[in-house]
């Protein structure tokens, strides 16, 4: 009786939480309407277009002056010849994203969460940007301290013998939906640190400090909407892991196209 009553308590929970997920995604789909709450996230997508442009034109007019050290320095000599470019290039965009994520993309995401919380009623002041600058050195340590978490969780799934992933397509699932679970976790502790810091004034680890806190206090909530996210993007990342299969089926400029869709 007394077990029948909890189930029925956790079931009853999920759902104020699945209804606070849902009402912030529907809040951020209804601010996409006005396009100045996205120019930093946008500025930042056309980062990532300018780098994969660059990663794929090693041998390509004025371009190579720039690509073809950059290729050489994230793929080696092998990736400035055709077709081995294309099938290096996931992993040269994905090591080089690392960066521009750490430096554009903290502060950019400074910038629009500030301009997030002057749509919702917050007095973020006249210049949003200049104070996602200001905390700039606060924000690139927190972001890279995230994802280094990130990049150490993953490294976990190399633990598992390569026999067993290969024999077994349980055991192949197995690990890419528990690396999934922790992945989502870690994001879930942090997604809140950018706020501390752009808004209170927090420094790096009291931003940490009281982002783990509220995602203590909304646990489902939060794990709902950063699952969703690490969801949507999976079926694209799993595709990027493939590049052999889809090379092999395919042209190899198709990976570039994916990586395209994927930013």
């Not at 980062?47 to 002056?65: E, F, I, N």
């Not at 927090?202 to 794990?223: E, F, Q």
């Amino acid at each position: 009786m007394i077990r029948g009553r909890r189930e029925g308590k956790n079931i009853v929970n999920w759902f104020p939480s699945l209804g606070v997920a849902v009402w912030a995604w529907r809040g951020a789909i209804a601010l996409s309407r006005r396009p100045a709450i996205w120019l930093p996230l946008l500025g930042v997508t056309a980062l990532q277009g300018a780098l994969l442009l660059l990663l794929t034109s090693p041998h390509r007019g004025g371009l190579s002056v720039l690509a073809l050290p950059l290729v050489r320095l994230l793929g080696g000599e092998a990736a400035t010849h055709y077709p081995i470019l294309y099938y290096a290039l996931p992993t040269m965009f994905f090591r080089a994203n690392l960066v521009l994520s750490a430096l554009a993309g903290s502060i950019a995401g400074g910038a629009a969460t500030l301009l997030f919380a002057r749509a919702f009623g917050y007095d973020a002041g006249r210049s949003p940007y200049r104070r996602a600058w200001r905390s700039a050195p606060a924000l690139i340590v927190t972001t890279a301290l995230t994802l280094g978490l990130l990049l150490g969780l993953a490294a976990l799934a190399t633990l598992v013998p390569g026999e067993w992933t290969l024999r077994s397509g349980a055991v192949r699932w197995g690990v890419r939906g528990a690396m999934m679970v922790l992945l989502i976790v870690v994001q879930s502790l942090f997604v809140y640190a950018t706020a501390w810091i752009v808004l209170k004034g927090h420094g790096i680890w009291p931003a940490v400090r009281d982002s783990v806190r509220v995602t203590a206090r909304t646990l489902l909530p939060t794990l709902i909407a950063v699952g969703v996210s690490a969801l949507l993007h999976f079926p694209f990342s799993f595709a990027s892991g493939r590049v052999d299969l889809i090379a092999g089926k395919l042209k190899p400029e198709v990976i570039a196209g994916l990586l395209a869709v994927q930013i």
